[in-house]
């Protein structure tokens, strides 16, 4: 069974930096694709970026230019760099995984961090 914990969330006032960790307790396969979401209150859950296997990245273009996500295959965790944070971001972040079983997959989800940006 896949697990995925986050670390990292907190307060940061507007302008500010934060960068949050998911360690996965298996390791990553190339049929992975990891990204983050996150969550405000009263709105759905939306994909603030992912990466796959081969490094290839996609960002909401809400966050282009401010953050940046990354994974260490070697530590099996994915991390999401923040920058130049805004009070929208204000948010509960999801670390994700879905891992490909030929036409099919299947989505793991961490418990989520909480993310609050102060104007």
């Known amino acids: 069974q896949v697990q995925l914990v986050e670390s990292g969330g907190g307060l940061v006032q507007t302008g500010g930096s934060l960068r949050l960790s998911c360690a996965a307790s298996?390791?990553?396969?190339?049929?992975?694709?990891m990204g983050w979401y996150r969550q405000a209150p009263g709105k759905q859950r939306e994909l603030v970026t992912s990466?796959?296997?081969?490094?290839?990245?996609n960002y909401a273009d809400s966050v282009k230019g401010r953050f940046t996500i990354s994974r260490d295959n070697s530590k099996n965790t994915l991390y999401l760099q923040m920058n130049s944070l805004k009070p929208e971001d204000t948010a509960v972040y999801y670390c994700?995984?879905?891992?490909?079983?030929?036409?099919?997959?299947?989505?793991?989800w961490g418990q989520g961090t909480q993310v609050t940006v102060s104007s």
């Open positions: 994700n995984l879905r891992r490909h079983h030929a036409i099919e997959y299947t989505n793991y």
């Open positions: 990466i796959t296997s081969g490094g290839t990245t």
């Open positions: 298996v390791p990553m396969l190339s049929v992975d694709i």
